[in-house]
């Protein structure tokens, strides 16, 4: 069991013809069930023809319909990749995965008031994952994203993280340690995205094959804080948790997310702080993330 995604999920590429968009789907293509997952490519201008085997369709909408894929995967250049997000939804897919770092924020809130007012409306809700993500896995089945998938292990650890590079230290440290994950998940670290901590951490709570989670945040925002009091009152299991960022300076933009705090609650120490108050066990130190998780199991 997997959340999400697994090994019979179906999956289309939006980008597949750049170059970005071809490594990354031949790597995903290569591991696991990858073969039989990823149905088809979107390019208007290449419908018909063919990559790594993939056929290409003019329409996500008639990728969908060919193929009966309800995911898909965007690796289009910023300025058209929020008008891509916005074509997955309008296809009625179940979820969309932007991998695209530095859409430009107007865009996104554009898109994300469409996706409200869409479900508002009564129309389907098509879950986001992104934009700036590394995608998501779910070890020895599928992987839909940036991530190596060799680091990966199946087990039963959630990995739930806004950085890229400390998802991949997460599951380095469990696969380590002879402990596997469930499925790992890169909500990534734009200001405006999709799936935040506090949907993910629903749904490892509600997971029979998760048994405990690691939850990795970065300064800036309500969200961490927010999963924190969620899992406080609703999540039946162990938690670790860690915030990037402890040595930021207030008010100085740190790193490629635009990461910024204003000196208040968003600050790691008070993330961490309201963690340990909600029962997660915190570290300040991310090499300890993988020895601490194995202690509360």
């Known amino acids: 069991m997997s959340i999400l995604i697994n090994k019979n999920t179906k999956v289309i590429t939006q980008g597949i013809t750049g170059k970005t968009g071809q490594f990354h789907t031949e790597k995903c293509l290569e591991y696991a069930n990858g073969k039989n997952c990823f149905v088809a490519g979107v390019n208007p201008k290449k419908a ?16 969908a319909a060919e193929t009966g894929a309800t995911v898909s995967v965007i690796y289009v250049p910023p300025p058209g990749a929020a008008a891509a997000i916005w074509e997955a939804v309008e296809a009625d897919l179940d979820l969309v995965i ?47 994203g940036i991530m190596p998938g060799h680091i990966h292990k199946k087990g039963r650890i959630g990995v739930v993280s806004r950085s890229g590079t400390l998802t991949y230290e997460a599951v380095g440290q469990l696969t380590d340690l002879g402990l ?83 000196g208040g609650a968003d ?24 020895k601490l998780l194995k202690s509360v199991l």
Not at 48 to 57: N, Q, S
Not at 218 to 237: F, H, L, S
Not at 267 to 290: D, H, Q, S
């Open 180 to 262: 596997g994950q469930s499925s790992a998940v890169g909500i990534g670290g734009d200001p405006i995205n999709g799936l935040k901590h506090i949907d993910i951490m629903r749904l490892f709570n509600a997971d029979p094959d998760t048994d405990a989670v690691i939850m990795i945040g970065e300064i800036g925002g309500p969200d961490e804080a927010e999963a924190a009091v969620w899992c406080k009152a609703n999540m039946k299991k162990p938690v670790v948790g860690f915030i990037a960022g402890v040595t930021a300076p207030a008010g100085k933009r740190m790193g490629h997310a635009g990461a910024l705090i204003s």
């Open 267 to 290: 600050t790691a120490e008070a993330k961490l702080a309201i963690m340990e108050e909600c029962g997660f066990t915190v570290t300040r130190n991310p090499a300890e993330m993988g």
């Open 48 to 63: 018909g023809e063919k990559v790594f085997d993939i056929p290409i369709f003019a329409s996500v909408k008639q990728a």
């Open 98 to 144: 932007c991998i695209t770092e530095g859409i430009p924020v107007r865009d996104m809130l554009e898109v994300r008031n469409k996706m409200k007012a869409r479900v508002a409306a009564g129309g389907k809700e098509t879950l986001l994952l992104g934009p700036n993500c590394p995608g998501l896995i779910t070890p020895d089945e599928i992987k839909i």
